[in-house]
């Protein structure tokens, strides 16, 4: 399986047959989750109605760790194994984690306003999730900042694998600091604090948002391999110019 | 009807911080798609172009023009 995919049209046929089907799931899953989420999920006894935004928040902030958690893995699997498709991985995942740590943000704000009284403060949990935000830009930065694209790859590889300490960070911050934001209530020992009401929109978001990333990876990802072949076929033709 | 509407998005005087949550779930969500597709639209019709391109180069080359 490791090395089957190593060949890029072996993949892109893969990608091919899966994709309708990531795609449909992604439909449905998100379907069921709004529709759960919002009309059909009781609101919390001291929250109100402001914990529908859970529905959006944690499942994004799940996929910011989670996606950047792929990302050292692909990075390090390119860097020691020299996997082609390990790079593409990381590249295509940094913009759809971005994104997830912009959603994670922007949703815990409009959260934090009126359950905390502000719209940010800079306790532990916030800022290394800012942290993280620059970790995804300064890898897709420095990914773009050479002319000679393996050495883009390398350098960001080495900052991604390094970066990898803020998430565990992140995870247990609320543990370690004294935080506004509060501890975790889904992942933790002794299993979920939240009523299963409650939880079941959240896991299905979270399977939602789940599918939405191998669709969108396999997009981004199908791009980067024809990317390739063009730039490939460029050098040709400027080797065949040059005889 | 306009009743239960209403009472939908005031979400218990919470409206102007759930809904505009949902407003940048939507947008970053079908942004991050809408991007995605039409990149790989732009790629494939570039590879498409260059293809074609050095396909006559090399029709030239064969029948000598």
């Known amino acids: 399986m490791f090395n089957y995919f190593a060949n890029p049209n072996r993949f892109l046929k893969f990608a091919n047959v899966i994709q309708p089907w990531i795609a449909w799931l992604t439909i449905i899953l998100f379907s069921m989750g709004l529709f759960l989420g919002l009309f059909n999920s009781p609101v919390d006894y001291q929250q109100g109605e402001t914990v529908r935004i859970m529905y959006v928040h944690v499942p994004s902030a ?182 | 009807m306009l009743q239960s509407l209403k009472l939908l998005f005031d979400m218990g005087e919470y409206g102007y911080f759930v809904w505009p949550a949902y407003g940048v779930f939507l947008i970053v969500l079908f942004g991050l798609m809408i991007e995605s597709l039409h990149s790989l639209k732009k790629a494939k019709k570039d590879l498409a172009t260059l293809t074609i391109n050095k396909k006559e180069q090399s029709d030239d080359w064969v029948s000598g023009s």
């Open chain 1, 62 to 243: 799940w996929m910011a760790l989670f996606c950047y958690t792929g990302l050292s893995i692909s990075c390090a699997i390119a860097l020691i194994w020299k996997h082609p498709l390990a790079e593409l991985v990381a590249k295509a995942t940094a913009p759809i984690g971005a994104s997830f740590t912009v959603l994670a943000l922007v949703t815990g704000s409009l959260w934090g306003k009126p359950m905390w009284g502000t719209w940010w403060v800079w306790d532990a949990r916030l800022t290394s999730m800012v942290i993280l935000l620059f970790l995804y830009l300064g890898y897709i930065a420095l990914n773009n900042a050479f002319e000679n694209p393996q050495r883009g790859a390398k350098s960001s590889s080495i900052l991604a694998i390094v970066g990898f300490v803020n998430v565990p960070i992140i995870k247990f911050s609320v543990d370690w600091w004294n935080t506004l934001h509060q501890p975790a209530s889904v992942i933790k020992i002794g299993g979920p604090a939240i009523h299963p009401s409650i939880l079941e929109p959240l896991l299905i978001m979270g399977l939602a948002f789940t599918t939405y990333y191998l669709w969108v990876l396999l997009i981004r990802i199908k791009r980067l391999i024809i990317i390739n072949k063009i730039r490939a076929l460029q050098i040709r033709q400027a080797l065949g110019e040059k005889k």
